[in-house]
């Protein structure tokens, strides 16, 4: 990771600007290779996350690395990072405050990692990312412009673990990604 990368994490580390960070046990700032063509940004850490320190490690974080195996990834290659740093209890969903609150630490790991494409995981971190009211069942897997970035949401690791009839929708989603990665990238060039 970038030094500025972790200067940043240093800084997010002392943020007292919600009330997540008093009841977390460990910053869940982001994991992965700075810059990167690809992001993903998921909602906020989990129980293990918060554990452990790192996004996505968990029983998603597990659907979520076979899902980049399949189309030829994995998470030392890209960068992931949540909507919050810091888990909310009982993996409640961020409050729009605590999201509001944490916007410019995502902000700030977006302008070092400059993605080409960002992939949001889930509707709440469609709902930040590309607009309030993100429809995750009709507009999945569908391209937006984000400040020149193009970005995607798919469901996210958690609901298809919940309910398996989602998956051949994002399997289709995945392919997608995986053709514009190819097209706009040089990720699978070595
Ligand atoms: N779910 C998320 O959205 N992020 C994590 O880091 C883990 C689970």
């Known amino acids: 990771m970038s030094e500025e990368m972790k200067k940043l994490e240093a800084r997010c580390a002392l943020c007292g600007s919600c009330p997540l960070g008093a009841t977390r046990t460990k910053l869940v700032f982001g994991v992965g290779r700075a810059p990167s063509e690809l992001m993903l940004i998921g909602e906020g850490p989990g129980e293990q996350e918060d554990l452990q320190g790192e996004p996505f490690v968990g029983p998603a974080g597990k659907l979520l690395d076979d899902m ?86 798919i469901y996210h690791p958690s609901a298809l673990l919940r309910d398996v009839s989602k998956r051949p929708e994002t399997f289709a989603d995945l392919r997608e990604l995986r053709r514009v990665l190819r097209r706009d990238t040089a990720l699978y060039e070595g």
Not at 74 to 96: F, G, L, W
Not at 110 to 134: H, M, N, S, T, Y
Not at 136 to 151: A, C, L, P, S, Y
């Open 68 to 153: 980049l195996e399949m189309i030829g990834l994995d998470r030392t290659r890209i960068y992931i990072a949540n909507t919050v740093k810091c888990r909310p209890p009982m993996n409640r969903d961020p409050a729009q405050e605590e999201m509001a609150a944490c916007r410019h630490w995502l902000d700030e790991q977006i302008a070092l990692v400059r993605p080409k494409i960002i992939v949001c995981l889930g509707r709440i971190a469609a709902g930040e990312l590309i607009k309030k009211d993100f429809r995750i069942t009709r507009e999945h897997g569908q391209w937006f412009d984000v400040n020149g970035i193009k970005t995607m949401a």
